[in-house]
């Protein structure tokens, strides 16, 4: 359970950060809900039984990050669960280019969004969770970044999300290492084909069924399927894991 915790989980109006908001919530926390647009971070909050709270947050503005978090803080008395969701949306344009064929703009934007939105919060929520050791709640906190398969495995496209991603996993583990006796745990998932809205909907009828085909399991996957997951690593069912990858892409990628 995560009762009494507090949660933040970036790009959380849809897809996996919308389900794992959704799942936070069930298990008993209070849900910090953030979009670059209040609207839709309103109306996805509104949709979720529990305590959840919407905020408008852009990754990108460093300063806007901090500011946000220490008011988040202020609000709440503690931050204990960060969820690095936030991805440049799916671009067909700089998805088809090849590797040669990717301009550095290409680059920047996705990384902008993906690498350093994650370095953004991440260094923005460490100093609370290390506070959270001194306090009264002896306990740290859970940051938990959101990569893909690509990044461990490579891909023939994408290369833009493939570079922004593998540098998500090398920021888990510098945070596990470093932040490992402050009681602070950090994970990356890294989720195969799974059916959001982003990706689901952007394929034809050939994609999509060429794609189900490629793991052992010949299904996309559910993004509940993700976010129970999310959940499960951010309890203190994992209290003795830390900097894993967690692959969830029904047997595709095997380590």
Same mark, same amino acid.
């Given at each position: /359970?995560?009762? &009494?915790?507090?949660? $933040? ?8 950060? *919308? ?11 209070? =849900?910090? /809900?953030?979009?670059?647009? #209040?609207?839709?971070? &309103?109306?996805?909050?509104?949709? $979720? ?18 500011? *946000? ?13 960060? @969820? ?5 949306? *799916? ?27 994650? *370095? ?7 100093? %609370? ?5 001194? !306090? !009264? ?18 891909? #023939? ?10 540098? =998500?996993?090398?920021?888990? +583990?510098? $945070? ?23 990706? %689901?909907?952007? #394929?034809? @009828? ?6 189900? #085909?490629?793991?052992? /399991? +010949?299904?996309?996957? &559910? ?11 951010a309890s203190e069912d994992f209290a003795f894991a830390t900097g894993n990858t967690i692959v969830i892409d029904g047997g595709t990628v095997m380590l």
């Open positions: /359970m995560l009762k &009494d915790k507090i949660a $933040i989980v970036t790009g959380a109006s849809r897809g996996l950060g *919308f389900e794992i908001s959704k799942q936070l919530a069930k298990r008993g926390a209070t =849900v910090i /809900m953030c979009s670059r647009s #209040m609207a839709r971070a &309103d109306n996805s909050a509104s949709r $979720i039984e529990g305590k959840t709270y919407p905020e408008r947050l852009d990754v990108t503005n460093a300063q806007g990050v901090a500011e *946000f978090m220490r008011l988040v803080a202020e609000r709440h008395k503690h931050i204990d669960i960060l @969820i690095n969701n936030a991805g440049y949306p *799916f671009d067909r344009m700089i998805w088809n280019k090849s590797f040669h064929e990717v301009a550095e703009e290409d680059l920047e934007k996705v990384i902008n969004v993906d690498l350093k939105g994650t *370095f953004r919060l991440s260094q923005a929520a460490i100093p %609370f969770m290390i506070k959270n050791v001194s !306090s !009264s709640r002896g306990a740290g906190g859970v940051i938990i970044n959101i990569a893909s398969t690509p990044a461990i495995a490579g891909h #023939m496209a994408g290369a833009p999300y493939s570079i922004a991603k593998s540098g =998500v996993i090398a920021i888990t +583990k510098h $945070i596990a290492l470093e932040y490992g006796d402050k009681n602070i745990r950090a994970y990356t998932l890294a989720p195969g084909n799974i059916s959001t809205e982003a990706t %689901f909907a952007s #394929m034809t @009828i050939t994609e999509r069924k060429k794609a189900a #085909m490629e793991n052992s /399991m +010949k299904r996309w996957g &559910d993004p509940r399927e993700v976010a129970t997951i999310a959940a499960s690593v």
